[in-house]
């Protein structure tokens, strides 16, 4: 009995050795699962960490991309380059959220180069910027250049006008004393005498003569003695007007018209006669081939554009 119990003993000591012996195995087989587990989930804490990080970093790039393409735009410069590398980034942010395998090293890689071009566009805008100043600078300067111009076009404008100003006023000048020397060296009638001739021949002085008795007309004046005035031909017009008005006129004994104040006008007879300034007598005689109505007459001379006398007799 007391030798069972002994046995009985041993097997249960056995046993609990074994039972002992395999839950240390299981625990530190456990133990060592637990560890690669939390080592695993370690690994993919930190994968999940960088994967974050690179797609914080993306966005950051694109933010940056977006100003560089505005400002680099602004500044005139191209950005094709920058758009094309913007669209890249874009997949780049999706693939890194949806591919499956995504590798770390080529993302590190990618970022690298974006953070490298965006300092090479940095370089880009500074030299842009410069540039933008030296232009702003040289349209400044041109724009001061151009307004200087201006201004001495204008005043050379200005000048010009008053010199033209000046130029017409002494042409002005010139042609009203031209004119005034012309008037004063033109021909001056005085003493007229007014003679009526009958058929006879016979003349009779006066200021007034019967119509019967006249068949022709003579006038006789001296030209006054004129320093100012050039001993040449002078082409003397006269003009006979009867009562009414009209100037007695007959083309075929030598009427005709000549310029007077821009007009054609016609004359009763006309004379060249050399100027002698010696105070000399001219006469002109003429014959209507007509009797004489009663009334009023005037006798109108000129030459050189200029009227230069009158004289009335009368007709009964």
């Known amino acids: 009995m007391e030798h069972s119990e002994k046995s009985n003993n041993s097997g249960l000591k056995a046993g609990l050795i074994v039972a002992l012996a395999l839950a240390a195995v299981l625990g530190y087989l456990y133990f060592q ?24 970093k993306l966005d950051s790039i694109g933010t940056q991309l977006d100003s560089k393409i505005a400002e680099i735009s602004a500044l005139g410069g191209q950005v094709d380059e920058l758009q094309v590398l913007k669209a890249q980034l874009e997949k780049d942010k999706r693939n890194l959220i949806y591919s499956k395998n995504v590798s770390l090293k080529d993302y590190q890689d990618k970022i690298s180069n974006y953070e490298l071009v965006l300092t090479e566009k940095d370089n880009e805008i500074a030299k842009l ?22 201004e001495t076009n204008t005043a050379l404008q200005n000048t010009k006008t008053a010199l ?4 017409y006023a002494i042409n002005v000048k010139n042609s009203e004393l031209s004119e005034k020397v012309s008037l004063a060296s033109a021909l001056r009638p005085m003493n007229y005498a007014i003679s009526a001739i009958n058929s006879r021949g016979r003349e ?10 006249v068949e022709k007309i003579k006038v006789a004046f001296k ?18 007007m009867d009562p009414t008005g009209a100037v007695i006129s007959d083309m075929a004994t030598g009427s005709g018209t000549f310029k007077f104040g821009g007009k054609e006008t016609v004359y009763t007879a ?19 081939g ?4 009663s009334g009023s007459y005037t006798v109108e001379l000129y030459s050189e554009g ?11």
């Open 33 to 56: 699962e637990r560890q690669k587990v939390d080592a695993k989930t370690v690994e993919v804490s930190e994968v999940n960490r960088d994967l974050m990080l690179a797609s914080s």
């Open 129 to 150: 910027r410069e540039a933008n100043v030296i232009l702003t600078n040289e349209n400044e300067t041109l724009i001061s250049e151009k307004t200087e111009l201006i």
């Open 164 to 167: 033209s100003d000046s130029v």
């Open 204 to 213: 009779r002085d006066g200021a007034e003569f019967k119509a019967k008795r």
């Open 223 to 240: 030209l006054a003695e004129n320093p100012l005035t050039k001993k040449e031909n002078k082409n003397i017009f006269m003009r006979l």
């Open 270 to 288: 006309k004379q060249t006669v050399m100027f002698s300034n010696d105070g000399q007598t001219v006469e002109f005689i003429y014959d209507s």
């Open 290 to 293: 007509s009797a004489y109505n």
């Open 306 to 316: 200029y009227r230069i006398g009158q004289t009335t007799f009368d007709i009964k």
